[in-house]
Structure formats: C-alpha cells, structure tokens
C-alpha cells in the first residue's frame, strides 16, 4: 500500500491552495488513497510476527490483534485514513482554519514507504545501486513538493497579495488554475534547491524571507546526503572494476617478468 503515496502530492496541492472547490480528481484521488490504506489496516491484523524472547512465529489470530491494537502506531494510522477534512467541510461548509492542518497527518503514510525500500533494500532480487537512487530521488521530489507547497500556504493566508513572491510578478494568480500556481512554486522550489536563483521570483516579505532562509539550511544538508550517498555507491560499483584492472596488471607483469607463453598467461587471467 506504500506505493500509494505517489498521488500524496496530487493531493497536497489542492489542499495548500485552501480552494473553495477543489478540482474534483483531486478529492476523488485522495479517498481512493484513503481507501488503499485502510485496506493496509485491515490487512495488518492479519500479518503474522515473529516473537522477540523465544524467536517463533505468533499466528494466533487475537494475539496479532491485540498487538496492533497497542502498537503505538495504530492510532496514527487511523487518523492518518479518515478524511477529516473532508468530513469538517461537510460538517461547518468551510475549508479553511486550522483544521486544515490535519492533512499534514497525512505525511505519517511515509512511513510506510521508507519501510517498503528498507525491504527492498535487503532483497538481493532488486538492483541495491538503483533502489537507492530511486530513494533518493523520491527524497528529492517531496523535498520539493513540500516546500512548494508551503510557499503555496504562505501566499494565500498573506493579506495583501502583491506583496508575496508570486503576486509581485502575477497581478492575476488567484484566477489561474490549481496547477499553474504549484508550477509556479515546484518551479521557485527546485531554482532554491540548486542554489541556482533566476531572479524571477523571491522572496517579498519577512514570512518567505525566513522560510527561505530555513529551506536554504535544509537544501545544503539535502545535498549533501545526496551526494555523499551517490559517491558512495557509485565507489562501491566501480571498485570491482579496480579490482579486475589491477589483478590483469599484475597477471600482465608476471608473466612478463617470469618470460612466461602467452597461452600460460591468458590462462591465468581465464582463471583469475
């Protein structure tokens, strides 16, 4: 079920925007979500564990159930599947209001999904150096989304509009649609991410100037676990390589210096 939080983001952007109406594929999207995770509920009173004091394997049907009951990270889940928003906006006719942080439990599902690559991690059947690339690159893009839509949040709970990063460059932003304004901050987002900064956006208040700032902390930190871990696996791929040009080296050597046949040495390097 972890796979479904590649539509997380789908979902976010509407709900940053705090729209009177969101665009109906984005509410059908989440409940279809919330659907694939309260079946990962269900699914988990019935997942066997391996008991820790005598290592056997628990299959009693009441004592998994029981187990997950007091698992701390059952009442998360829960919360983190209803949806409340939805529920609150039927209930008082508004979305906005401090309710609407209740979508942020929404990013307790993660924690499925680093559990998924942990698992795929350890199986010698997926490839280690791109699982881990694809980690890193789903860590990259929710870096982005985030942050994109915090600058989304900022600029529609700000008073005066042209006074925010994307109104002091588009007078109209409110009329457009959901997907050109988060274009228009993953865009700011990923410019702040490379340190790379056009100009064409920034930051117009003291609000987005500090996030900026904290973002800006963060993105040199991201950047520098994603490089460190590349350069690592890249090192670890290539040392094979290393090794096999040094051993032919050596064979190479050898037999040069022991004026060995040619056949005697492409049968050493058959062998090594």
């Known amino acids: ?15 940053c925007l705090k729209i009177n109406k969101p665009p109906l594929l984005l509410l059908s999207l989440g409940l279809v979500v919330n659907v694939f995770f309260a079946i990962d509920i269900a699914i988990s009173f019935f997942v066997t564990y391996r ?14 159930t029981t187990r997950y009951l007091k698992w701390p990270c059952f009442t ?78 900022m600029v529609f709970n700000y008073k005066i509009k042209e006074l925010t990063w994307i109104g002091s460059q588009i007078h109209s932003f409110e009329d457009r649609s959901v997907w050109f304004c988060y274009t228009c901050a993953v865009y700011w987002s990923i410019t702040m991410l490379a340190t790379v900064g056009y100009g064409d956006l920034h930051a117009t208040n003291i609000g987005e100037m500090l996030f900026s700032i904290a973002f800006m902390l963060f993105n040199m930190g991201l950047t520098s676990y994603i490089i460190g871990n590349i350069t690592n696996l890249v090192v670890r791929e290539t040392s094979n390589t290393f090794k096999m040009r040094d051993m ?6 050898f037999g040069s210096m022991n ?8 049968q050493m390097l058959a062998n090594g």
């Open 1 to 15: 079920m972890a796979s479904a939080d590649a539509i997380l983001s789908s979902q976010v952007a509407g709900e």
């Open 259 to 266: 004026w060995l046949p040619e056949v005697m040495r492409e």
């Open 76 to 153: 998360p889940d829960v919360a983190s599947t209803i949806p409340l928003q939805i529920i609150y906006q039927l209930v008082i006719g508004k979305r906005q209001g401090l309710w609407g942080l209740l979508n942020l439990l929404r990013l307790w599902r993660l924690r499925c999904a680093s559990k998924l690559f942990a698992r795929v991690e350890k199986d010698v059947r997926f490839s280690y150096l791109w699982t881990r690339l694809i980690k890193l690159l789903c860590v990259t893009l929710f870096a982005l989304h985030f942050a994109a839509c915090i600058y989304l949040w």
């Open 51 to 64: 008991d820790t004091s005598n290592c056997l394997l628990i299959t009693d049907r009441r004592k998994i």
């Open 248 to 253: 032919v080296q050596r064979v190479s050597e």
